[in-house]
């Protein structure tokens, strides 16, 4: 028998942040970006049915979901500590993934994100975009935000997401947070989104805008007078206009960068890297969207260099570019040259190293 209990206690206190459970593969643990084998034991597909219903633990809604898309979005809870579980099919046995959620967010001032960012949350209405590709570290970011505002605002959070990872206690601030899937308190996000209208919140967070049903529902909630905070899977803030844009056909585009040049307010996107010390390392991308950006995504043509352009050459309002970000944490040995390289073009290299020079001068270095 599987000793499912004993891999999740193993990986809790080895620091994992993500454990991998697949037939015919010892169990893996990802510590610091490196998967780790967890003990001699070889899962058999025997296994991993029995993994399946000590996570299921016979719920008819979540079986019914898995056995009809093949796939299932949960959570799990051992001793206090929370787990996010993905489960899917290989070779027509179950696949897990298990994400570690620890009870304590760390502090805001910790992550690393730019206090630009913190400073939006207090718009009245608008959009905010917290970016970047899987495992950089959005969910914390949201989560962040989220007990920073309850902390030091009084405002009705509504927050939707799959599924629910942080609890949140009311402080300063009331908050409502929904599971969002089949079998849950919501069937979609855009369902949440267009409810949250009739229910007085003043900063409503979308934990995943996936669809343009749900970036309509956003918008119209942000022209209602609410301060919307929502994420998105892409690689950084120029990309994030451009798939905002395109969730549209051609002919509605010019209605949407109308709106979206008027309401987006900021985008940070992120990146995660193994520091020198190895911890990771948050490296932030941000576009504070200003007259010049509103213009930039108004035109018929988007241009992503443009856009990028006009981030670089707005610092002083507090945009942030990637450049700027490696250069700044390489001068502070926080990573390395090739780390820094490796995140930008080979075109961008002359700039990168500009921008270090300047940096040292600056610190009189």
């Known amino acids: 028998m599987i000793q499912i209990e004993?891999?999740?206690q193993n990986a809790i206190n080895k620091d994992a942040s993500d454990i991998h459970l697949i037939c015919g593969l010892k169990p893996m643990l990802r510590i610091a970006r490196e998967l780790v084998a967890e003990g001699d034991h070889i899962?058999?597909?025997?296994?991993?049915y029995e993994i399946y219903d000590y996570i299921v633990k016979g719920n008819i809604d979540k079986d019914n979901v898995f056995k009809e898309t093949k796939k299932l979005d949960t959570a799990l809870e051992l001793k206090g500590i929370r787990f996010r579980v993905n489960i899917s099919l290989?070779?027509?046995?179950p696949?897990?993934?298990l994400r570690i959620i620890k009870n304590e967010l760390p502090k805001y001032e910790e992550l690393g994100v730019p206090e630009i960012v913190r400073r939006m949350t207090y718009q009245q209405q608008g959009l905010i975009l917290v970016t970047g590709k899987t495992n950089s570290g959005k969910t914390t970011t949201l989560n962040a935000l989220i007990n920073e505002i309850n902390k030091t605002q009084n405002k009705k959070i509504l927050s939707l997401e799959n599924p629910i990872e942080y609890k949140h206690t009311s402080n300063k601030s009331i908050i409502v947070q929904k599971e969002v899937g089949q079998g849950r308190d919501l069937r979609s996000f855009s369902d949440g989104v267009k409810n949250s209208l009739r229910e007085d919140c003043?900063?409503?967070?979308?934990?995943?805008?996936r669809d343009r049903e749900t970036m309509e529902a956003g918008i119209e909630m942000a022209e209602s007078g609410h301060l919307v905070i929502g994420t998105l899977h892409t690689k950084s803030c120029a990309e994030t206009i451009d798939r905002m844009i395109n969730f549209y056909e051609v002919r509605d585009q010019a209605s949407i960068k109308y709106l979206l040049s008027s309401l987006l307010k900021l985008v940070i996107s992120q990146r995660?890297?193994?520091g020198t010390d190895g911890k990771l390392v948050l490296v932030p991308e941000v576009m504070v969207v200003d007259n010049v950006v509103s213009g930039l995504i108004r035109k018929e043509k988007l241009s992503v260099s443009e856009i990028e352009d006009a981030i670089q050459s707005s610092l002083e309002k507090g945009s942030i570019s990637l450049i700027n970000s490696i250069a700044r944490l390489f001068v502070e040995d926080r990573i390395t040259l090739d780390q820094a390289k490796s995140q930008i073009e080979e075109k961008n290299y002359e700039m990168?190293?500009?921008t270090i020079m300047q940096l040292r001068i600056k610190q009189g270095r």
């Open 95 to 97: 696949v897990l993934t």
């Open 90 to 93: 290989s070779n027509d046995i």
């Open 352 to 354: 990168l190293n500009r």
């Open 202 to 209: 003043d900063i409503l967070v979308i934990g995943e805008i």
């Open 272 to 274: 995660l890297l193994t």
């Open 6 to 8: 004993k891999i999740l």
């Open 43 to 48: 899962l058999t597909e025997e296994d991993m």
